[in-house]
């Protein structure tokens, strides 16, 4: 890409407040608030059917809010037309015109709104020039990769300067090699603009990788915003720690109180629980494979919780070597680094599970 085009557009917030949307019975977003900064690359995560398209739609003017407001810079814009938002959108299926070459389609939305010609021309090359496709500018899209295609469409949107850049699942068609490589692309290209932006998708990598916070969504509510890493570490829920990578979920009950507090699992077993941790009414005990250990069965593990368990599979995935362990009734998975020549825990044998205080949660739904 070129970065020595550029177009600017004064970054703004994006605030939706208190919004509800029904299709008839089915309440679709469920009071929603987010608070969307300035120059943000900010993702609505969730699995379909969750809101996410939903709600980026209705900040596109495509759908109407039963109640609530939606603001942009801190006007708003609740009833205003599509046309008179200034937000441009990238949809799933780029919707690029097949009979028109590629720089028609960057002007195509500038000539509707009737700008000058000189002026299409500068906003088309500076577009094109960004997403570095200004040698393709006279192909059709027939002609073009998955990955040129969706970047057309994105200079396309970018040219008419908008103030907030909607991108609804844009990586989806695109094969898994070419969705790093795009989404990469995508944040170099947003971080130059100082633009905006809202990312949907159902891909917690896709976010995790690109986007400065993510809204987590299911059942058209917002389970919680914050970092990629804050939302991993830290997760609010059940839905959210299972929803954003691999999390290890035990069934059990607290019992005893203050120092002698333990959470019963499933099968005989226990594990302490901090005078100072709060645990949650129908809770589970919640921690990462990359957290635990596993040590010969009986092997002493100072400061750590250790549980026996049952070597039940095992898988290799280059880096590191999965284990599924058994713990009583439940099993879990344990992510530990291969390193070459390293001893590998055999399938049937049993071994010690070892857990770091810090690493335990303990969530409900």
């Not at 120059?39 to 699995?47: K, Q, S, T, V």
């Not at 500018?137 to 994105?154: C, E, M, T």
């Not at 130059?192 to 990312?199: A, H, P, V």
């Not at 599979?313 to 680094?337: C, K, Q, T, W």
Request: glycine share 10%.
């Amino acid at each position: 890409m070129n970065a020595n085009v550029s177009l600017t557009t004064p970054a703004v917030s994006v605030d939706i407040e208190g919004v509800n949307l029904s299709y008839g019975t089915n309440h679709v977003l469920k009071d929603v608030n987010l608070a969307i900064r300035p120059g943000e690359f900010f993702a609505f995560l969730g699995p379909s059917g969750c809101g996410k398209t939903t709600l980026l739609r209705l900040i596109a003017g495509f759908n109407q809010a039963d109640t609530g407001h939606v603001r942009i810079g801190g006007k708003e814009i609740t009833d205003l037309p599509p046309w008179k938002r200034d937000v441009g959108m990238v949809f799933q299926s780029y919707a690029l015109w097949p009979h028109m070459t590629v720089r028609r389609n960057v002007a195509f939305g500038l000539e509707e709104r009737g700008v000058k010609r000189a002026e299409v021309e500068r906003r088309v090359e500076a577009a094109l020039g960004l997403v570095g496709l200004a040698h393709l500018a006279d192909r059709r899209p027939s002609q073009l990769s998955g990955g040129q295609q969706q970047r057309v469409a994105v200079a396309r949107t970018v040219a008419v300067e908008p103030k907030v850049l909607l991108l609804d699942e844009p990586l989806s068609n695109l094969d898994a090699k070419m969705r790093v490589q795009v989404r990469r692309e995508l944040r170099d290209l947003q971080q130059r603009l100082g633009l905006t932006t809202i990312f949907v998708t159902h891909d917690q990598e896709e976010a995790n990788t690109i986007c400065d916070r993510i809204a987590v969504m299911s059942d058209g509510v917002v389970q919680q915003v914050g970092t990629p890493m804050a939302l991993y570490e830290r997760p609010a829920n059940l839905f959210v720690a299972n929803f954003l990578g691999t999390a290890n979920i035990l069934e059990g009950k607290v019992t005893g109180s203050g120092e002698t507090r333990v959470f019963e699992i499933e099968g005989g077993f226990s594990v302490p629980v901090p005078a100072d941790r709060t645990v949650p009414e129908g809770a589970r005990l919640v921690f990462r494979p990359q957290h635990a250990g596993l040590v010969a069965a009986g092997a002493a593990a100072p400061g750590l919780i250790a549980l026996p368990c049952r070597v039940v599979h095992r898988e290799f995935l280059g880096a590191s070597v999965r284990y599924g362990a058994r713990i009583g009734n439940s099993e879990v998975s344990v992510d530990l680094p291969f390193q070459s020549g390293s001893d590998l825990h055999e399938i049937g044998t049993d071994a010690t599970l070892t857990l770091p205080r810090h690493a335990l949660m303990w969530l409900a739904a």
